[in-house]
T-cell receptor, first 109, second 113 residues
């Protein structure tokens, strides 16, 4: 079966750095997405990786290793507004998105 | 403003009473999709559509119907809702599906008693 694993919950301090991991086992791979979802709101796009390596976008970076079935989202200079759930999703061989259950990130002052 | 709209945003209904949740996008996207989101389970796809008059089942299609008669609209129909369909529903669209960013509607919180 297809599986996406993320930690359920993480806590970090304002101003610090946090890394949210995602491991996947899917039938084929055509890219990996990260979305941010604030409580009670819709998910919003953060990043898309299809090749190995690190993609940086402001305070957020996303890394992919296809050989290891592994990705992480790195958030720097954490702000209170970064408190949200972070969803990892993999595009499989049929170009269907397989979603992880999400990681709830709690930022403390 | 580019957006996906859903209506209603909140709905409480009773078992067996047919309902429709509307979804509309103004970005001329070909791909549209419906998801449900339940605690601890993440987003699960119900149905998706690659273009007008083309719809396919997702992971959890039982108890749902969709139609895509126009490019901008993709309504979700529950012919006979049951309590296990109580959930948060999201409509989403993207340019062509696949590796494109998906734009989500604001969500519809449905309670079936």
């Amino acid at each position: 079966g297809q599986n996406i694993d993320q930690p359920t919950e993480m806590t970090a301090t304002e101003g610090a750095i946090v890394q949210i991991n995602c491991t996947y086992q899917t039938s084929g791979f055509n890219g990996l997405f990260w979305y941010q979802q604030h409580a009670g709101e819709a998910p919003t796009f953060l990043s898309y990786n299809v090749l190995d390596g690190l993609e940086e976008k402001g305070r957020f970076s996303s890394f992919l290793s296809r050989s290891k079935g592994y990705s992480y989202l790195l958030l720097k200079e954490l702000q209170m507004k970064d408190s949200a759930s972070y969803l990892c999703a993999v595009l499989d061989s049929n170009y269907q998105l397989i979603w992880g259950a999400g990681t709830k990130l709690i930022i403390k002052p | 403003e580019a957006q996906v709209t859903q209506n209603p945003r909140y709905l409480i209904t009773v078992t067996g009473k047919k309902l429709t949740v509307t979804c509309s996008q103004n970005m001329n996207h070909e791909y549209m999709s419906w998801y449900r989101q339940d605690p601890g389970l993440g987003l699960r796809q119900i149905y998706y559509s690659m273009n007008v008059e083309v719809t396919d089942k997702g992971d959890v299609p039982e108890g749902y119907k969709v139609s895509r008669k126009e490019k901008r609209n993709f309504p979700l129909i529950l012919e006979s809702p049951s309590p296990n369909q109580t959930s948060l529903y999201f409509c989403a669209s993207s340019s062509t599906g696949g590796g494109d960013e998906q734009y989500f509607g604001p969500g519809t919180r449905l309670t079936v008693t």
